[in-house]
Every structure is written in C-alpha cells, then in structure tokens.
C-alpha cells in the first residue's frame, strides 16, 4: 500500500509583503507535495502564517485597524499568492486559530509539569524587530546576531525551556540520521552550535495583548517562536485527534531556507519534540536565499537576500505578469514559468540570484526552445501525416521507451533527495531526446517514401513521450502539464495520473489530437527589454519626477476611506540628495525612515537645488511600486504641492520619529 507524505514550509510573518522568498519555499513544497500524490500517497502539505507578536499590534494601529483585522488581511494576501502560484496545500494553518491556541498551551502546559519548562530570572538583551532574546555572548559586535540592529537590555522573569537537557540526545539523533537534517553543509552549522553548549531559550515574556497566554500565569504570554513551531504538530492533529496525529506524525520533510535553521528548526524544535516523548521530524531541509542581482557578490549574504524593501523582485505574481505580457502566453502558464524558473534556476540548498533577464532567457530556451519546440513539431506532423488521429503503434514503437523509463527514474531519485532542480534535468533529458528523435527519424521523409510503419510507429511514440512528460513536469508545472495533455487529446488529468504511468506505451491509439496555440511563444528578448522598461516608467511616481504628468481622468472623483488606507505615508527625512547625469529635472535622494533606508526619484531639480534638501522632514509615498526613473531604481515618492510642476515640497509643522505614519 502507498504511505502518506507529510511535508510542511514556515509559517510566514505577516508584517512583511509575501515576496519571492516565501513563493519559493511554498511552490518547492508543493512540487514535492504533487510529486507524492503522483506515487499514490495520501499528502497532508501544509503552509500558513505567524500572526501573534507585538509588532502586529504596532502595525495594526498605524493602519487604524484592530490586530485581528490587521492579520486577517496579511494572512488573506499570502494565502492569495500561494494560490495564484498554483500551490496545491491541504491546509493553511493561522497561528491565531482558537485550535492552535489551545494545542500552545496545552504543549506549554505539559512542558511544565514533566519539568522541561521551568520559572527562572532572565537576564540578557533582547531584539525588537526580531523578537528574540540573546545572551551576551551570542551578540555580534554588540548588535543583533540574525538582523544586525541594536538590542537593548532585558532583564525579567520569565519562563525557560531546557533545550540543554536535550544536546546530547540532539547530537546523537543527528548522528544517528544523516538525512535528519540537511544539506550537510548546514547540518555541520547545527552541529557545531549545539556542541558549543546551549543555553535553555526563554520562552515568555511580560503579559501582552496580542500573544498566547501562559496558562494559569496571566504575567506572562508564550514566545511567538515556540507558538509558531507548534504550528507543525496543530495541523497533523496532535492534541485534538490520535488517529490523525498517529496517521501524520512525524512529518517527512519540513522545508525552510537557512535563516531559521540553526536555532530554531535545528535545535529549539527537535529538543522540544524529544521533551514531548514524539519521534523527529524524517527531513528537516534548510534551502538558500535568493538574492537581488546586484547584491549577489561578497560572502555575507545574509542581509542581501531578497526582502519586501526590494521593488519589483516583491511579488511573484507581478514576475508572472510581465512575463505574461513580454510573451503573449497565458498567465496560468507564465506562472507555471515562473515557477519552474525558481525550482530550476537554483541548486535547492545553495543560493540563487533573481534576474527577470534570466526568467526570460529561460523561457525561451528550455520552455519555448525545448518543451514547446517538441509539442508544436509534434502535433502539426499527426495532423499532416495521420489526419490528427494517435497512430495505432505497430511493432516497431516504444523506440524512447528507455528514455522515458531513465527520465522517471532519475527525476523520481531526485525528488527523493529533494533535489528539485536535478529532477529537472532528468526530464529535460527525455525533451532532448524527444527532439532529437524528430530529426533522426525525419517523418516527412519516412512519408515520402512510403514507410507507413515506421511512420505510425514515429508519431506514436512521440505522441506517448509527450504524454510520459505532462506527467512528469506535472509537479512543477502542473497547468502546463494539463495543457500538454489537452493537446494530445487526453482526457482526464495529468496531475492525477500516477508515476508509474509514465513507461512507454501507455497512450490509447485513434484519439484525436486537438492542437491549439503555442503553449509557449517564444519572447523577443531586445523587445521586451523596451517594453518592460516603459512598463516599469509607466507606472509609478507619475508628475513628481517631472517625466509623465498623471491624465485627468485617471484621477477619481471620489476614494473611500478604505481606498486611501491603502497609501502607506510615512514621516522621512532626506539625507542625501544629488542630481542625475543627463536628467535636468531629476533628483536622487536618499531618505531615512528610522529603521529603513531608500533611494528616491524626485522630479524636482530645477525648483530645488539638492542642498536645500537635506535635512528636511517629508511625507514619503511608502508602498508605490518600485519603479526606474531615470536610470534611478525608486522605492517611494515624497509629497510635493503643484501639478505640473512642483511649487513647494510638503514638510511637517512640528518633531515627530522618522517612519511615523501620517493619515
Ligand atoms: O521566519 N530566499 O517567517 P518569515 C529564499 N515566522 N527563501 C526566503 C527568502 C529568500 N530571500 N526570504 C524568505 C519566519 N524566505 C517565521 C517562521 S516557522 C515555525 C516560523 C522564506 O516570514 C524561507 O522559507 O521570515 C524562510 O525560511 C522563510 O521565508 C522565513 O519567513
């Protein structure tokens, strides 16, 4: 009998935009996910988002909302990108579910009765925008080890988790399983962190509204980490339900990139499952990050990796539009691109440098050149040579029957290892033979002269070889996989077959093929680099930077209080401001927000000479998209009065801290 599959990615942060990074981790494990639905296993994949936090609070008071509906909405934006990316989860579990509230603190509660969490004096620094205490010694030059801001001073009483009870156990479970944690690179980091000693984590701190009490101590609320790594045991049933528990626990893979690895999934999680006498998850896998293009270089790439503060790298979706848009393909396919792009372009477990120039390049070689390229020869010589009928087979066919057997096998190894990419690559291997099997054969001339056997025997095995990889690329491209499918003739789907379909043979001879378009148009890259170039101008910053006054008429008459809630002002101060080889009206400025630094394009040179700018307190237009003005990447736009040309910049009337909102 088939077994079941559990995989799960990280609960995401809603303070932040769900951006390329979390798309990765989520379309990743839903490849996987489908992958072993293919093989006939029952699949729980599970996904969802850290809501609790004071930071919420924060944000949901700027917004004017209360945190409910602040995280409400945040959680409702990462569920719609995971769904427009075509992830296929079983369950989106919310960390402010009233069942996973209670599975906290009943963990919490069984924790402190075996002894494991006990009351003690804390004492060390601690990190806002993270929310993690550190001991002196885990501080990096007196900063912040994961984000490199300032901690301040905590000392308090508080609730302590004894992870150094677990170490030894910990270093022996992983010695014991290779596989437990990986790649082995980050395996060696957990390793050398837990044999240096660990402390026990402080897992509360003072009561706070917005977090998950402590039960029977209203001092204290739980730690939003040890909320959010029950997340994993609340969706398998664990507390609520023991025939589903014992059905899914332990998880087979738990899939997060390298920044949540060492201290939490790597230590604090697996010492939490020994204390609670459960078995370890079977894959705990930490991938790479993905980086902006011109952040790739130097060895430190931990505050380079792609995060929302990055215009147009933001959103998945919007990768998928302009690829849309540059290629004519359909946006159900220019996702599934997108797609394959992420899971091929990066080595999963090393890290990956996003350019939409490599999106594109991509697009063509492998999805237009290769895959497209054999579909669209294929289809176009049964209608010429077959009356658009699957040729019955004859004795001669199953000529790729190796090929389609090697590729099954070799993405089917490589998926086990989790070795996205590398399974790719096995599949590409049977598109390639595919192609070249269309050239060594030369049905026109197998035609011409008369060979009808071998002709039927041509096209079928074609037909069938492109049927074995719409079920392989199902995984990774499963709307594009259904398109393949629906232009072979095939009814049903493709993402529902089973793995072991795909051996040579398996087409039913005399249906009809039913060709369509192009699945994927080939992009003219030196076209689209203009396109994408006035797309991005088009957009935002209109007026400000002097190049394209907004129409009339695209300003409404009325906006509703919700529409202009929407606009993310913000009180900044301009630090630098110069002006821009060749562009008589353009400004660069950059700008602080407290925490947060930007570059702007301002359109307001010739009024305002660069010196008479520093300094100066604006309202800075936050969450614009980001946008190229100029050869200037923009992120935001500051407030200035006049239409077409700027008479006076809008400054505050009194001190208030940089980033504040303004409403
Ligand atoms: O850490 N490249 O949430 P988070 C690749 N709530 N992956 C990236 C990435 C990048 N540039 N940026 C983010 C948290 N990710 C906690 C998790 S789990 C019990 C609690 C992905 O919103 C990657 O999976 O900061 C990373 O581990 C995760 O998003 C961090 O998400």
Redesign the pocket.
């Known amino acids: 009998m088939a077994g079941r599959f559990y995989i799960t990615?990280?609960?995401?942060?809603v303070n932040?935009q769900p951006?390329?990074?979390?798309a990765?981790?989520t379309v990743a494990a839903d490849a996987l996910a489908r992958f072993h639905r293919l093989l006939g296993e029952d699949v729980l994949y599970v996904t969802g988002t850290?809501e609790h936090g004071q930071k919420n609070v924060e944000a949901a008071r700027q917004a004017g909302v209360t945190p409910q509906e602040h995280v409400d909405a945040k959680a409702a934006a990462f569920r719609r990108l995971f769904e427009q990316m075509h992830c296929s989860f079983d369950r989106f579990i919310r960390t402010t579910e009233a069942e996973h509230v209670r599975v906290v603190q009943d963990v919490f509660a069984r924790l402190r009765d075996s002894g494991d969490i006990y009351k003690g004096q804390y004492e060390g620094w601690y990190c806002v925008p993270c929310e993690t205490h550190f001991l002196e010694k885990d501080l990096v030059e007196g900063k912040c080890p994961d984000c490199k801001r300032d901690v301040r001073r905590a000392q308090t009483e508080a609730y302590f988790f004894r992870t150094s009870a677990y170490a030894e156990r910990l270093l022996r479970a992983i010695e014991e399983n290779p596989d437990l944690i990986g790649p082995e690179s980050r395996r060696n980091e957990v390793v050398a962190f837990v044999s240096q000693g660990i402390q026990d984590a402080c897992i509360s701190r003072k009561a706070s509204e917005w977090d998950i009490p402590v039960p029977g101590d209203p001092e204290q609320t739980i730690y939003v980490?040890f909320d959010?790594?029950v997340?994993?045991l609340t969706a398998a049933g664990y507390l609520q339900d023991e025939a589903q528990t014992a059905k899914w626990w332990p998880p087979d893979v738990q899939?997060?990139?390298?920044?949540?690895l060492v201290r939490?999934?790597g230590t604090i999680w697996p010492a939490m499952l020994m204390a609670l006498g459960l078995p370890l998850p079977t894959r705990i896998f930490a991938?790479?990050?993905?980086?902006s293009a011109d952040e790739s270089r130097g060895d430190d790439v931990r505050d380079r990796?792609?995060?929302k503060s990055k215009g147009d790298l933001v959103s998945p979706y919007e990768t998928a539009a302009q690829l849309a848009d540059v290629s004519g393909c359909k946006m159900d396919v220019a996702i599934d691109a997108v797609r394959y792009f992420y899971l091929r372009e990066m080595s999963f477990g090393l890290d990956g440098v996003f350019k939409l120039e490599a999106v594109m390049q991509r697009f063509n070689d492998d999805l237009a050149n290769d895959l497209g390229n054999l579909l669209n020869r294929t289809l176009p010589l049964v209608e010429r040579f077959n009356g658009g009928a699957v040729p019955t087979p004859g004795s001669s066919a199953g000529a790729l029957a190796e090929q389609i057997c090697a590729a099954a096998e070799g993405a089917r190894e490589a998926l086990v290892r989790l070795d996205l990419n590398g399974a790719l690559a096995a599949v590409w291997q049977l598109v390639g033979a595919g192609n070249r099997f269309v050239d060594e054969r030369a049905p026109w001339d197998l035609h011409k002269s008369g060979k009808t056997e071998e002709l039927d025997a041509t096209l079928y095995d074609l037909l069938d070889c492109l049927r074995a990889v719409g079920i392989l690329v199902s995984p990774f491209m499963p709307t594009v996989a259904q398109e393949i499918w629906a232009q072979l003739g095939i009814g049903g789907y493709a993402a529902e077959a089973a793995w072991d379909a795909c051996v040579a043979g398996r087409l039913a001879p005399g249906g009809r093929i039913a060709r369509t378009q192009p699945i994927f148009p080939r992009i003219d890259l030196r076209r689209a680099a203009t396109r994408l170039d006035s797309r991005r101008e088009q957009e935002p910053d209109r007026g400000k930077a002097g190049e394209k006054p907004m129409a009339d008429e695209a300003i409404p008459v009325e906006v509703s209080i919700e529409e202009f809630a929407r606009l993310d002002l913000r009180v900044a101060e301009i630090t630098t401001a110069e002006r821009v080889e060749g562009k008589d009206r353009l400004l660069k400025l950059t700008v602080s927000l407290g925490e947060e630094t930007r570059t702007v394009a301002a359109g307001i040179a010739r009024e305002f000479p660069p010196e008479t700018l520093v300094g100066k307190r604006v309202v800075l237009v936050a969450n614009l998209k980001a946008a190229k003005i100029g050869g200037v990447a923009s992120h935001g736009m500051i407030l200035a009065a006049g239409e077409q040309v700027p008479l006076a910049i809008v400054t505050l009337d009194r001190e208030c801290p940089l980033g504040t909102k303004v409403r």
Request: proline share 3%.
């Open positions: 990615t990280p609960i995401y942060y932040a951006h390329i990074g979390h990765y981790t850290d980490w959010a790594l997340n994993y899939l997060l990139a390298k920044d949540i939490f999934h991938h790479g990050f993905w980086l990796k792609i995060s």
